[in-house]
């Protein structure tokens, strides 16, 4: 299930921007859509976006629109989640999954690969 590799995470202050990483290794990332999910303290993983093998994007939490952009690069076989104008909720473990295509809900089942996830914590 550990096939995925997140970096990237750490602290940053109210207003600034983080780019995260997800790297796989054994098979070529651009067969999957990807997906970015974060899970705060005490709170229940959620969806924040996917991209799809054909580059279309879903944005699963309203909060973030207009400041997180998911991207990837099939030449270094990574999917990048670019995060500006970061605010103190956004603080979580954020985890990439792999697996077939982005759906209309954010259903973990619904990927097959997890990364270990990497920790963002928003202060000041």
């Known amino acids: 299930q550990l096939q995925l590799a997140e970096s990237g995470g750490g602290l940053v202050q109210p207003g600034g921007s983080l780019r995260l990483s997800c790297a796989a290794s054994?098979?070529?990332?651009?067969?999957?859509?990807v997906a970015w999910f974060r899970q705060a303290p005490g709170k229940e993983r959620e969806g924040v976006l996917c991209?799809?093998?054909?580059?279309?994007?879903?944005n699963y939490d309203d909060s973030v629109k207009g400041r997180f952009t998911i991207s990837r690069d099939n030449a270094k076989n990574t999917v990048y989640l670019q995060m500006n104008s970061l605010k103190a909720e956004d603080t979580a473990g954020y985890y990439c999954?792999?697996?077939?295509?982005?759906?209309?809900?954010?259903?973990?089942?619904?990927?097959?690969?997890w990364g270990q996830g990497t920790r963002v914590t928003v202060s000041s």
């Open positions: 991209i799809s093998r054909s580059g279309t994007t879903v």
């Open positions: 999954a792999a697996g077939d295509e982005c759906g209309y809900y954010a259903l973990e089942w619904h990927y097959s690969y």
């Open positions: 054994e098979f070529t990332l651009d067969n999957y859509a």
